[in-house]
């Protein structure tokens, strides 16, 4: 009896062995962190868009923009590359809804890392803090749409080594290792900014410039086509009034504001600006402003400067008025482009800073009440009457301007 109840204790112990260490390999398996691997894709890619109606398509409720007549050929979009300068609150915005309507190529350009300080604005997740935005940017991308072919570069535009590499990516980097369609700048300071216009006129690339104000309450975005249109050098950069005492806001060492909200619709604005120009429908927007405050919208186009401190859009603006000299039905559009347009009276405050540059005022509605727009570093305030202060101001040279709007955005 002893002798069975010894084999049975025996065998007890035995069991209880197995199922401690099968238990300890259980655990080890659950805690131990998954193999490091390449995010991949959740679908294979697809060759051609189809219009079929069915869960499955990533693409049906794009292309029923065709069929209900607003695009005329959506497809056309797998073949164009946008490139994007700076993927933070804006940019990374940009990215994922050109992604989303399923744009041929993007080119990422950023030098930042994310940080948890960034989750008040959308895109970035907390877990991806520390990796560089262009590298997050990527991996979130492909996941979303793998027909997007994503390239990035992890660099800093402005300083001399990578402005090459920039002009190089803009002027080689689409599907087909030519110009880009088009160029998003999404940068939050003026030397980006500047880097963005030199090569937009260099290389005379049509773009789209975007902003959020440090106050987080103000926007806006400007398509600037080299000779045709203001660049950013041509004029001080017109901004949104927003009534709020800008002496206040930029301290040294005060930490700038921002919202998702607004760095939202501004994305949509940027986007929604693309898709009309990469696909030809309705009308592209010279500027488009956004107050916050008031939801107010105002529109505004601005004719380049003939004395403009950078050559190459000098030379822009030379090759523009050939053009339309050999071509005046180019004039004839525009004329009606203008016919739609209301000219009202300055109710806005919108006012010119230098003699010899021309701004044209559209104004879509009267807004009486409502903020306007102003010029970056311009009170907008002044009588109809130009008074002698007016006259001084007015002869501030560009350089000197151009040096205020550095110091207040830096
Ligand atoms: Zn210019």
């Known amino acids: 009896m002893s002798k ?12 209880t062995s197995d199922l401690t260490s099968t238990l300890k390999e259980a655990r080890i398996a659950t805690v131990s962190p998954a193999a490091p691997s390449a995010p991949q894709p959740y679908r294979q890619k697809i060759e051609k868009l189809s219009s079929e109606v069915v869960d499955s398509n990533p693409y049906s409720r794009l292309m029923a923009l065709q069929r209900m007549g607003i695009v005329k050929d959506y497809e056309k979009i797998r ?5 994007v300068v700076g993927v933070g609150g804006v940019g990374s915005v940009v990215a994922e809804m050109l992604t989303r309507c399923g744009i041929g190529k993007l080119i990422l350009f950023d030098y930042d890392k994310v940080e948890i300080a960034n989750m008040n604005r959308l895109f970035y997740q907390p877990h991806q803090s520390g990796l560089s935005k262009v590298e997050a940017a990527r991996d979130t991308l492909i996941h979303v749409n793998p027909d997007v072919e994503i390239e990035t570069h992890n660099f800093n535009i402005t300083t001399m080594e990578n402005f090459g590499k920039f002009v190089e990516r803009i002027t080689n980097g689409s599907k087909t290792n030519g110009k880009v369609d088009l160029v998003l700048s999404c940068v939050d300071n003026f030397e980006a900014r500047m880097a963005v216009n030199t090569a937009c006129n260099e290389e005379n690339q049509i773009w789209i410039e975007s902003g959020v104000s440090e106050d987080a309450v103000s926007g806006h975005i400007q398509y600037i086509e080299p000779g045709k249109t203001a660049c950013f050098a041509c004029v001080p950069p017109l901004v949104v009034a927003s009534n709020i005492d800008e002496k206040t806001l930029k301290r040294e060492g005060v930490c700038a504001a921002s919202l998702p909200t607004t760095m939202a619709v501004v994305a949509g604005f940027l986007v929604m600006n693309t898709l009309k120009y990469l696909l030809q429908f309705g009308e592209v927007s010279p500027y488009v402003g956004y107050n916050a405050l008031k939801d107010f919208f105002p529109r505004d186009s601005i004719k380049p400067n003939p004395s403009c401190d950078d050559r190459h859009c000098i030379l822009r603006q030379k ?6 000299k050999n071509q005046p039905e180019i004039e004839v559009e525009e004329k009606i482009e203008d016919d739609f347009v209301v000219h009202e009276e300055n109710n806005w405050g919108i006012e010119l800073v230098d003699e010899s540059i021309e701004v044209k005022k559209e104004a879509t509605n009267s807004g009486k009440t409502a903020e306007g727009l102003k010029f970056a570093y ?3 305030e002044k009588s109809e009457e130009p008074s002698q202060e007016t006259s001084e101001k007015s002869s501030a040279n560009l350089a000197d301007l151009m040096a205020q709007l550095k110091r207040l955005q830096s």
């Open 4 to 15: 069975e109840i010894d084999e049975m204790a025996e065998r007890l112990k035995n069991l």
């Open 378 to 380: 311009e009170a907008a």
């Open 79 to 83: 073949d164009k590359t946008v490139a």
């Open 319 to 324: 090759e523009y008025q050939e053009k339309l």
